[in-house]
C-alpha cells in the first residue's frame, strides 16, 4: 500500500486484519486431491504433525511398491525361462514332470503378492463407484491369469502367463517411479519442516534456560547465539546481526537486522547475538502459515488437473469398452479365441490412462515446491495458471517497484512562528504512534538531530489521509495532499524539484505552517519487471496516492505504460474494475490488508509482503519478498507450468488415440500386431516421458 501518507496502513491500527479475513468468492476455487489409491496417504491433518504423518506412510507406500516390485522381478525369471511362447522364440526347450504346475504356482504367487495392490484398487474403485486405471489393470491381469491357470488344467490354448507376470511388474515399476517423483516434488515441505530448530534459550529474569520451542510464549524473550537458527517469529529487542533468510523468502544475500526489526523462525543468524521478543511461534509462526499454504495448494485441484482426471475415467470405459468389442469381432472373423484374447488384454495394457492421470498432478506438486522455494506462495492454483492470461498489472508503488525506504529529504517551515526544527520535533510527536514509513522517515530525522520529542494527547488517525493530535496544548494534524483536497484547503506552492517528492504537510489550528518532502528510491528490479512484461506484450500501469508528478516521475523512469495518481484506498477496487470492464485480465499487487477490496476485484490478486504478513487472506498469490521481478517470474512460471500440462496431456491422450488401434489389431493385415509384453513397455515409456517433462519444469525458473 503506499499514498501520500495513507495512514491507515500504521501498525498501530494493523492488528486488525480480520477486517477482510473472508475473500469474496471471485474466483472458482479447485477441488480436492485426486483420488488414486496412491494418494489416499495424504494426510487430512494441519501443520507438522500432520505433515510428518503423511510423510510416513507416503514412505511406507513407495517401499511397499519397492518391495513388491524386486520379488515380483525374481520370480518373473523362471515365468518368463518356462513359458512355452518364449521358449518358442528363442529356440529352447525346458521340459521336466510338472513344469505346467510349477509355472502356474509362480504366477498364481505373483498374480496375488505382486498384483495385490491392482486387485485390491479394483474394489476400492468399484466400491466408490470411481472406476478408473486400477480396474482397467485389474481386470486385464485377473482375464490373463484365469485364461492362463484353465490352459494348465485342460482348456485348448497357449497360456499368457509371462505377459501377466512381467505386466504386473512393469505397472510395479511405473507406481513406483510415479510416487518417488511426486514424493521428491514434496520434499520442500520436509524441508521446511526440519528448518525449525526444536529447542531455544530463553531468557528469564538474569538467567538463560533451554526449553523446547513448543513451550515459547509470545512476548516471552529469547536469545539466539551466532549461527543458530531463529527458533521463533519475533522483533529484535537488543543487539544487531545480519540474518539468512534465503530459503525461507528467497533473498541471497543475508539481511541486517537491528533493533525493532522483524525476524523469522527458521532463518539462520549469522555473526551477531540478538535478543529477540517473540510475537508469534507453533502454527501461528511464519513457517508453519508457509508449510500450511504449499500443503492446501499441492491438495487444491486445478480446472487443468479435473480435466485430466475426467479424460482418465473416460479412457478407462473406452479401453474396457474397446477391450471386449475387439475380443468378439475377432471371434466373429472366425479367430481363435487365444487370439482375440490376446487383443483384447493388449488393448486393456496398451490403453491403461496411468500417463494422463500423472501428467498434470506431478506438474502441479513440482511447480508449488519450486514456487514456495523462490518465494511465490500459492493459495489459489486456478489463478496461478490463470497468470498466463494477464494483460495488464497494476502496481503498488512504495516497496514493491520503490525501496520504501522513505527519507525526510528537506523540511520547508512557512511560518515565521515554528523553525523547521520545532516543525519536525512537533510532527515527530504525533508520529510517534504510528509504524507508517512516513513516520519512521520524520522519527528517524528527529532522531538524527536529537530532537527531544514531546508527547500527543488525543491521538487519532485519519483514515486515508494522515494523523492528528495535540502537543503542548496545539491542534495539530500531519497529512498528504488529499486531505487538503479534500478540505478545499489550498496547498503552498513547491519547487520544481519537491514537486517530484512526497509531500507531508504540517497543520496547526487549521493552517498549514510547513511541509515534509520525502524521496524513494526506485528499485534496480523494477527496470528489469516493467522490461519483461512489455516483451511479453503485458501492460503495465502503477496506481498511486501520491501525486501526479511523483507517479509521473516513476512511471517515466521505468518506461511504464500509464499511473494512475491520487487515488484513495477504497478507489482502487473501482480502477481495477474500470480496467476488468475494458476486457483486460487484471492482475493487482498489494499489501493484502489495506488492498483487500482491489486485490480480491482482479483477476489475479498478489500480496506483497514478507514476514508474518505473508498472512494476508485475500490474495491468490503471495510473494515473501517485495521484490516486483517475482511478479515478471510468477507470470512467466504460470505459462511454463499451463504449458507443461498441455504438453503431458498432449502426449497421454495422443499415445492412446494411436496405440489402441493397433492394440486392437487394425493393422494385422500389414504384419503390424502389439503383444501385451510390448503394450506394457509403450505404457511404462509413456509414463515415464511424461515423469521427465514435468521434471524439466525445474529449468524453467
Known amino acids: 500500500m503506499e499514498n501520500s501518507h495513507n495512514h491507515q496502513n500504521h501498525d498501530h491500527n494493523s492488528n486488525s486484519n480480520n477486517r477482510h479475513s ?9 477441488e480436492e486431491t485426486m483420488d488414486s489409491p496412491h494418494h489416499e496417504h495424504e494426510e487430512k ?3 507438522h504433525n500432520g505433515h510428518d504423518q503423511g510423510g510416513h506412510d507416503h514412505t511406507s507406500m513407495i517401499d511397499d511398491f519397492k518391495k513388491r516390485f524386486w520379488i515380483s522381478l525374481v520370480v518373473s525369471i523362471p515365468v518368463v525361462l518356462l513359458s512355452e511362447m518364449i521358449q518358442h522364440w528363442f529356440g529352447y526347450t525346458i521340459n521336466f514332470p510338472g513344469d505346467s504346475y510349477v509355472l502356474a504356482v509362480l504366477s498364481t504367487f505373483i498374480f496375488f503378492y505382486g498384483g495385490w495392490p491392482f486387485l485390491k484398487g479394483v474394489w476400492d474403485e468399484v466400491r466408490k463407484n470411481a472406476i478408473g486405471m486400477m480396474t482397467l489393470i485389474g481386470v486385464a491381469i485377473s482375464v490373463a491369469w484365469g485364461y492362463s491357470t484353465a490352459i494348465v488344467f485342460g482348456l485348448e490354448g497357449m497360456d499368457f502367463y509371462w505377459e501377466m507376470a512381467t505386466l504386473i511388474v512393469i505397472m510395479l515399476f511405473g507406481h513406483w517411479m510415479e510416487m518417488k517423483s511426486i514424493s521428491q516434488a514434496s520434499k520442500s515441505l520436509e524441508l521446511l519442516v526440519k528448518m525449525m530448530p526444536s529447542e531455544a534459550n530463553v531468557v528469564r529474569g538474569d538467567e538463560v534456560v533451554k526449553v523446547r520451542v513448543s513451550e515459547i510464549s509470545p512476548g516471552d524473550i529469547v536469545l539466539v547465539k551466532p549461527g543458530e537458527k531463529i527458533p521463533v517469529d519475533g522483533k529484535v529487542i537488543e543487539g544487531e546481526t545480519h540474518i539468512d533468510e534465503s530459503m525461507l523468502t528467497g533473498e541471497s544475500k543475508p539481511v541486517k537486522k537491528i533493533k525493532g526489526e522483524k525476524v523469522i523462525g527458521g532463518s539462520v543468524n549469522g555473526n551477531g547475538s540478538v535478543k529477540i521478543k517473540v510475537t508469534s511461534s507453533g502454527n501461528d509462526s511464519y513457517l508453519n502459515k508457509v508449510i500450511k499454504l504449499v500443503e492446501d495448494a499441492q491438495k487444491e485441484k486445478s480446472k487443468t488437473q479435473h480435466l485430466a482426471n475426467k479424460a482418465a475415467r473416460i479412457l478407462t470405459f473406452v479401453a474396457l469398452g474397446v477391450g471386449f468389442i475387439t475380443l468378439f469381432t475377432w471371434l466373429l472373423l472366425g479367430f481363435e479365441f487365444v487370439f482375440a484374447l490376446e487383443r483384447m488384454v493388449t488393448v486393456m495394457v496398451i490403453s491403461c490412462p496411468h500417463a494422463l492421470g500423472l501428467a498434470v498432478p506431478l506438474v502441479v ?9 523462490k518465494g511465490l506462495l500459492i493459495r489459489n492454483r486456478t489463478a496461478f495458471e490463470n497468470s498466463r492470461k494477464i ?15 522513505h ?14 526544527d520545532e516543525l519536525l520535533r512537533l510532527a515527530a510527536a504525533v508520529e510517534q504512534h504510528s509504524e507508517h514509513y512516513i513516520a519512521k522517515g520524520i522519527l528517524n530525522k528527529a532522531k538524527e538531530m536529537k530532537l527531544k520529542v514531546p508527547k500527543a494527547e488525543k491521538f487519532n488517525y485519519l483514515p486515508g489521509v494522515g494523523l492528528e493530535g495535540t502537543v503542548e496544548g496545539k491542534e495539530i494534524k500531519v497529512t498528504g495532499p488529499n486531505y487538503l483536497k479534500d478540505k ?3 496547498a503552498p506552492s513547491v519547487g520544481d524539484d519537491e514537486g517530484t517528492s512526497t509531500l507531508v504537510y504540517v497543520i496547526i489550528a487549521g493552517k498549514v505552517v510547513g511541509y515534509f518532502s520525502f524521496e524513494d528510491q526506485l528499485r534496480e528490479e523494477s ?16 496506481l498511486t496516492g501520491d501525486n501526479e508528478r511523483v507517479a509521473k516521475k516513476v512511471s517515466d523512469a521505468l518506461n511504464m505504460d500509464g499511473f494512475i495518481a491520487n487515488v484513495l484506498p477504497h478507489e482502487k477496487q473501482e480502477k481495477v474494475k474500470e480496467l476488468q470492464q475494458k476486457g483486460h485480465f487484471v492482475a493487482m499487487t498489494g499489501d493484502g490488508i489495506n488492498d483487500a477490496p482491489a486485490l480480491a476485484q482482479a483477476n489475479v490478486g498478489i500480496a506483497i509482503g514478507s514476514g508474518t504478513d505473508v498472512a494476508a487472506e485475500t490474495a491468490d498469490i503471495i510473494l515473501v519478498n517485495s521484490n516486483p521481478k517475482d511478479i515478471a517470474n510468477l507470470i512467466l512460471f504460470g505459462k511454463a507450468t499451463y504449458r507443461k500440462m498441455v504438453q503431458n496431456l498432449a502426449w497421454a491422450t495422443g499415445y ?11 493393422l494385422y493385415n500389414q504384419g503390424i500386431v502389439l503383444n501385451p509384453a510390448v503394450g506394457a513397455v509403450l505404457m511404462s515409456l509413456s509414463t515415464i516421458i511424461v515423469a521427465i517433462n514435468a521434471q524439466l519444469l525445474k529449468k524453467t525458473i
Do not use: C, W
Not at 365 to 373: N, P, V
Not at 411 to 416: F, Y
Not at 656 to 666: F, M, S, T
Open 22 to 30: 473472508s475473500k469474496p468468492e471471485k474466483k472458482e476455487m479447485a
Open 488 to 490: 478545499g484547503i489550498k
Open 391 to 405: 494483460t495488464v498489472v497494476v502496481f503498488d508503488k512504495t516497496g514493491t517497484l520503490t525501496k520504501g525506504s
Open 656 to 666: 492412446n488415440l494411436v496405440a489402441i488401434p493397433l492394440a486392437a489389431g487394425v
Open 407 to 420: 527519507e525526510l529529504t528537506s523540511i520547508k517551515s512557512l511560518s515565521e512562528h515554528y523553525s523547521d
Open 527 to 542: 527496470f528489469e519487471t516493467i522490461r519483461i512484461l512489455k516483451e511479453q506484450g503485458i501492460e503495465n500501469l502503477l
Open 365 to 373: 506438486a513440482i511447480s508449488t515446491s519450486i514456487s514456495a522455494r
Open 45 to 47: 491433518g494441519n501443520g
